[in-house]
T-cell receptor
Framework: KNEVEQSPQNLTAQEGEFITINCSYS?????LHWLQQHPGGGIVSLFM?????KKHGRLIATINIQEKHSSLHITASHPRDSAVYIC????????????WGAGTKLIIKP | EAGVAQSPRYKIIEKRQSVAFWCNPI?????LYWYQQILGQGPKLLIQ????????DSQLPKDRFSAERLKGVDSTLKIQPAKLEDSAVYLC???????????FGPGTRLTVL
């Protein structure tokens, strides 16, 4: 079993829909990252959080430390949001290195 | 603030040839990472530097891969000789320190024929 699990693996939605991507982890962490990767592109860090909730534009990230679960929400989704969204945790016993989820491929249709 | 710079962006070589990638981290960032991302997979950490010292290179195939960060700023990653399975995107990232958020460069896409 992977230490970081994301769901769904693939998600296709219509423009304007509210999007939720989930991340569950099984290790103790000091922080959790949500990152975005466009096809052929580099990786962009969206959020780093260790508790509660963060918001940036149409993106919202939440984390529940007790339940070892985080969600990334996109409001009013747009085709330019189409990308792979990756959850990665900073494991307490991993020398602060990132433990990566497999990613969620999101396609937003106009 | 300038981001992490990498070059080249793309490279095509034949197997058994050598190749080198360059990374310039964000100014002031002590920690630098090289990742290998094979198509359809998540990034795999190859090597982590703290200033000019190696923190972790446990997943670096040392028979063919080498990396250095001589002055604690720029870094180069070399593959010699390349194999077909080295075809991947090589990502460089940097952070203020090990516990801080990582910022990624655009990556170098390597194709080995």
């Amino acid at each position: 079993k992977n230490e970081v699990e994301q769901s769904p693996q693939n998600l296709t939605a219509q423009e304007g829909e509210f999007i939720t991507i989930n991340c569950s982890y099984s290790v103790g962490i000091s922080a959790l990252h949500w990152l975005q990767q466009h096809p052929g592109g580099g990786i962009v860090s969206l959020f780093m959080l260790s508790s509660g909730k963060k918001k940036h534009g149409r993106l919202i990230a939440t984390i529940n430390i007790q339940e070892k679960h985080s969600s990334l929400h996109i409001t009013a989704s747009h085709p330019r949001d189409s990308a792979v969204y990756i959850c990665a945790v900073v494991g307490m016993d991993s020398n602060y290195q990132l433990i990566w989820g497999a990613g969620t491929k999101l396609i937003i249709k106009p | 603030e300038a981001g992490v710079a990498q070059s080249p962006r793309y490279k095509i070589i034949e197997k058994r040839q050598s190749v080198a990638f360059w990374c310039n981290p964000i100014s002031g960032h002590a920690t630098l990472y090289w990742y290998q991302q094979i198509l359809g997979q998540g990034p795999k950490l190859l090597i982590q530097f703290q200033n000019n010292g190696v923190v972790d290179d446990s997943q670096l195939p040392k028979d063919r891969f080498s990396a250095e960060r001589l002055k604690g700023v720029d870094s180069t990653l070399k593959i010699q000789p390349a194999k077909l399975e080295d075809s991947a995107v090589y990502l460089c990232a940097s952070s203020l320190d090990r516990i801080n958020e990582q910022f990624f460069g655009p990556g170098t896409r390597l194709t080995v024929l």
